[in-house]
DNA sequence: AGTACATATTCGTTTAAGCGAATATAATTC
DNA sequence: GAATTATATTCGCTTAAACGAATATGTACT
């Protein structure tokens, strides 16, 4: 029964799931590792508007950041409650097979695996798991 | 792959399970049939507050309603989606653990066992499964 | 019909979040 | 060290949602 154990906040995971563009955000990240430039090209959405909700699912304990220069790149952390995890599993094979996510992973696969990269992304570093299938 | 089913709203369910009151609401309610007084009474706050939030979570299709004459039940409805539903089940299973959602619990079910139960919820029905207990 | 009771809804206000535009910060390059 | 690039933050505004207080609706009872 973990008596002692702190209860965990679930009401801010679901505030942090709450929202389609985090649910898209957390999509493209999976169980990779993904530089924000991708993220923003793949959402077709403003800069600021992605650090902003990158910013809020940090607070949220769900994903966490890493610099490497000037380039930050963003992975998921499970949640350290069972419960919360399960949930959080669950919802990732929901993304998987939701469609308009399948079609947002489409479009960051193609940004990085074309040969003409856009502009914003070329020099950039590629997500560290499809970087890693070439 | 289920290419034809209509994609779900799965931030629609989020964003009616990031609140504090609708989660203690769903947690007393659990698989019972529980009245509204009942609701009112347990948490101890307004009855409009209450009430606004069951309609939120009735328009979410989280919960149905059953009229009893001046008196309204409110039960749990799961998800449809295969996803959804379990993300749904994994919530209850950490609402029956979490201490602030066991005292709720407590707090109700004294309420309907207590030999001289408040003003209010004299003549209430009470919560179908605790009454079929007695 | 009229009163009483349970629940729902509306009103006005406050607060949290979202957004685009502009600006700030941090690292890189020249 | 000045310019460039990637990302973060701030500002001003708009919208959603929460709340208490007041009011409306629906049912039962006399």
Redesign the pocket.
């Known amino acids: 029964m973990k008596r002692n154990a702190k209860d965990f906040d679930m009401e801010l995971l679901f ?1 942090a799931l709450a ?1 389609e ?1 985090r649910l898209r955000l957390l999509n493209l990240i999976g169980n990779d590792e993904v ?3 991708y993220l ?1 090209e793949a959402l077709r ?5 992605i ?6 699912l940090r607070r949220a304990g769900v994903v966490e ?1 890493r ?1 490497e ?4 790149h963003y992975r998921v952390v499970e949640p350290a409650d069972t419960y919360a995890r399960k949930i959080f599993q669950e919802l990732c094979l929901w993304l998987m097979q939701d469609q308009k996510m399948q079609r947002d992973r489409a479009r960051l696969a193609k940004l990085c695996c074309t040969p003409q990269p856009p502009v ?1 992304l070329q ?2 570093p590629r997500p560290l798991r499809i970087a890693a299938e070439r």
């Open positions: 505030r929202d563009t530089c924000v430039c923003v959405t403003s800069q600021p508007k650090s902003r909700h990158l910013a809020y950041a610099r220069g000037k380039w930050m914003q020099g950039a």
